[in-house]
């Protein structure tokens, strides 16, 4: 079997594409110098937050994530950050080619919270590879990528805070059910609130609703109280 061996060398934000992409530059390399007429490779990529230190700040931030700093110990887990594909063409002995990963800022995501929370330095990140190698010099052999193959990389904080700042500049995002978007969408209407922004900054200054509103019980999460 060709021992293929693979290593990132480089990511940056794509300020062309339509949502959030980060695209990793991925260095693949067949051992002996063999020839590989195409690659089919999938890619997890795994963050690991316990290889890196915060600062304070940082650390309140992932408390959410994995509770006080005192049970980090047991608490820093590998989050889950992307699984990729990506078709590598013919070469011979090594090439580079990038692994293109659309990415969320959906606040529900874990690994969004996480990165969300990091001020600067870099992101500990981990590639493991599987996938279909299609060899040979004298017709096509076809043969795995073994399991066992990974990489490590240290994405720097800037590169994901650039792309989020191409597509939500100076905003932050949140995902709501549908009926809570309907309520918050009448609670606007009612009290003729030029924008999203207002709404919800009346909803944080305490501007009660009718009784019988539904946005009562999300009014109730900010610790104000009734007159």
Same mark, same amino acid.
């Given at each position: 079997?060709?021992?293929?061996?693979? %290593?990132?060398?480089?990511?940056?934000?794509? !300020?062309?594409?339509?949502?959030?992409? +980060?695209?990793?530059?991925?260095?693949?390399?067949? !051992?002996?110098? %063999?020839? $590989?007429?195409? +690659?089919?490779?999938?890619?997890?990529?795994?963050?690991?937050?316990?290889?890196?230190?915060?600062?304070?700040?940082?650390?309140? *931030?992932?408390?959410?994530?994995? *509770?006080?700093?005192?049970?980090? *110990?047991?608490?820093?887990?590998?989050?889950?950050?992307?699984?990729?594909? $990506?078709?590598?063409?013919?070469?011979?002995?090594?090439?580079?080619?990038? &692994?293109?990963?659309?990415?969320?800022?959906?606040?529900?995501?874990?690994?969004?919270?996480? &990165?969300?929370?990091?001020?600067?330095?870099?992101?500990?990140?981990?590639?493991?590879?599987?996938?279909?190698?299609?060899?040979?010099?004298?017709?096509?052999?076809?043969?795995?990528?073994?399991?066992?193959?990974? %990489? %490590?990389?240290?994405?720097?904080?800037?590169?994901?805070?650039?792309? $989020?700042?191409?597509?939500?500049?100076?905003?932050?995002?949140?995902? /709501?059910?549908?009926?809570?978007?309907?309520? +918050?969408?009448?609670?606007?209407?009612?009290?003729?609130?030029?924008?999203?922004?207002?709404?919800?900054?009346?909803? +944080?200054?305490?501007?009660?609703?009718?009784?019988?509103?539904?946005?009562?019980? /999300?009014?109730?999460?900010?610790?104000?109280?009734?007159?």
């Amino acid at each position: 079997m060709t021992a293929f061996s693979f %290593a990132c060398t480089g990511v940056r934000a794509d !300020g062309y594409a339509a949502g959030p992409t +980060l695209v990793f530059r991925l260095r693949v390399t067949a !051992g002996d110098n %063999a020839r $590989v007429h195409a +690659l089919a490779l999938r890619c997890q990529i795994r963050i690991e937050p316990a290889r890196r230190g915060y600062e304070p700040a940082e650390a309140d *931030g992932l408390a959410d994530l994995f *509770g006080e700093r005192s049970r980090w *110990g047991s608490t820093l887990q590998p989050v889950q950050f992307a699984q990729v594909s $990506v078709m590598v063409p013919s070469f011979t002995g090594e090439i580079e080619t990038d &692994l293109v990963v659309p990415c969320t800022y959906d606040m529900d995501i874990a690994a969004t919270r996480y &990165l969300t929370a990091l001020t600067d330095g870099e992101v500990p990140l981990l590639m493991l590879f599987s996938g279909t190698a299609f060899t040979g010099t004298g017709g096509f052999q076809v043969e795995p990528v073994p399991w066992d193959r990974e %990489a %490590a990389f240290r994405m720097p904080v800037t590169a994901w805070r650039e792309m $989020v700042e191409q597509h939500f500049p100076g905003c932050g995002w949140i995902r /709501l059910p549908r009926d809570t978007m309907d309520a +918050l969408l009448a609670y606007r209407s009612r009290h003729a609130l030029p924008s999203w922004e207002a709404t919800v900054a009346a909803l +944080l200054e305490g501007v009660d609703p009718p009784a019988h509103d539904p946005l009562r019980a /999300l009014t109730a999460t900010t610790g104000r109280t009734d007159p």
